[in-house]
């Protein structure tokens, strides 16, 4: 019977483009594949991916695929592309980001839209990723971390809490809020199933609670966001007309976007009929309001023995290359983003805060797994170079201890097509396999591409 109501009501929204809808129900699902530009460009990676096809419309980056588990291609596990549904590629196309820009993704995991940020924003600026529930956020951190993101903060902090922490700081954010997921049924065919009328108002109003906290972290002049992957008029709509009327200080503006179905005159549907599975987004500009009157973080250098160390190990590993900020807190080592863009993040729960290059030890300090991922190969004393093709690119990604002789004793990288996969350290012609145990893999083997 629900699922009457749920068709019925698609019907009413849809109008003459309902028998469009229709057709494209029983339809696999898209999949595609959004380049990586912080470690390749789209003509230096295509080549390798036969796969690939055509452009997806709701970002340059993006190209449709039609294979299972690219999560476990070698290219992949190197940062040089995400799997992403296409249309949700769509919200930071309308965010507009710009390089320099400080930009809040605020319920960010698993981490597609943010690492679309970071791709816009080039390595400059800011991104601050959040997200409430923490193994989620943990997930998150690990895309930030697998895509060379070094400008990123990641925390895991409620909405409410961290916008008020950071009234009126940033320049853009985006709210691609909790919903009730109906743009996702093709992908996933249980879901219809648990769909519910009460379900989606309730999503509603979660997403008006979200929207009002994230008012608050737009700085005067700035630009927010609001994106869901659900049909819902009572989630998109709904939400829209709810927001406007408790925030006067806020419009709703062109997306500058031309794809998909318009409504309220400058927010956008997308439908499978467009291309993609299904979303909706609506772009606002904050008119007035108070700007940041936060403290920002006070930087001070480790002690002058820490930093003799770091920059001993540095000097051992890399070739050179320095880092302008270090920071240790509790043995770790980070590289922090640009001090003079960060807020003071005093009492907040805070995942990383930039690259974490290593971790103080006995003796030593062993580096970490975002050191690798963080640099281009060239920059590293000590490389092994794969095809991702080649067997030993799948015995390294699998955790085994390789037999090399090409390498002075030390701490270097595996490099896959020109991307950095990961550590390794040579101790007498055996490179002691360093990739993390939670990203291993033993069936890239049994891909078929």
């Known amino acids: ?149 070094k400008n990123a903060v990641v925390s895991n902090m ?23 997921g109906e743009g996702m049924f093709r992908k996933d065919k249980e879901a219809i199933y648990e769909w519910s009328v009460e379900h989606s108002l309730s999503c509603a109003e979660r997403q008006k609670a979200i929207l009002d906290s994230a008012a608050r972290a737009v700085r005067p002049e700035g630009e927010m966001v609001y994106s869901t992957c659900t049909f819902s008029p009572d989630e998109n709509e709904g939400v829209v007309r709810h927001f406007l009327k408790e925030h006067p200080e806020f419009e709703l503006i062109d997306t500058g976007c031309r794809f998909g179905t318009p409504t309220l005159d400058y927010a956008l549907r997308i439908y499978p009929f467009h291309g993609g599975e299904g979303h909706f987004v609506a772009k606002f500009r904050k008119t007035k309001g108070k700007a940041y009157r936060g403290g920002m973080f006070r930087y001070t250098e480790p002690l002058r023995e820490e930093r003799v160390e770091i920059e001993k190990f540095i000097a051992d590993i890399l070739r050179n290359v320095s880092f302008r900020h270090y920071h240790v807190i509790d043995e770790r080592i980070l590289s922090l983003p640009d001090v003079k863009l960060l807020p003071d993040m005093d009492g907040m729960n805070i995942l990383r805060a930039g690259v974490k290059l290593g971790d103080f030890k006995k003796n030593r300090i062993e580096p970490h797994h975002n050191l690798a991922t963080a640099l281009t190969p060239y920059e590293f004393k000590r490389r092994l170079i794969l095809s991702y093709e080649e067997n030993l690119t799948a015995r390294y990604i699998s955790g085994e201890e390789l037999e090399i002789d090409t390498w002075i004793n030390g701490w270097g990288v595996a490099v896959v097509n020109g991307i950095t996969l990961g550590l390794g350290k040579a101790v007498n012609g055996h490179l002691k396999n360093k990739y993390p145990k939670g990203l291993r893999t033993l069936a890239w083997k049994d891909l078929q591409i």
């Open 1 to 149: 019977m629900k699922m009457n109501d749920y068709f019925e009501r698609m019907k009413t929204v849809l109008g003459e483009d309902y028998d469009r809808f229709l057709e494209t129900v029983d339809k696999p699902a898209y999949k595609a594949i959004r380049v990586n530009t912080l470690k390749i460009q789209p003509e230096e990676l295509l080549p390798l991916l036969p796969f690939a096809g055509e452009q997806v419309p709701f970002s340059p980056m993006g190209y449709y695929v039609d294979v299972e588990k690219l999560g476990k291609h070698p290219l992949h596990h190197a940062g040089a592309f995400y799997v992403q549904e296409p249309s949700a590629m769509s919200a930071v196309t309308a965010l507009g980001v710009e390089p320099g820009d400080k930009v809040l993704d605020l319920c960010a995991a698993p981490g597609g839209k943010s690492t679309q940020i970071a791709a816009c924003l080039s390595g400059t600026g800011l991104l601050w990723a959040n997200e409430i529930v923490r193994p989620r956020a943990h997930i998150l951190l690990s895309n930030i971390e697998r895509m060379g993101i």
């Open 158 to 180: 409620t909405p409410e809490a961290l916008c008020g922490r950071l009234e009126g700081f940033f320049d853009k954010v985006l709210v691609d809020a909790p919903c009730s």
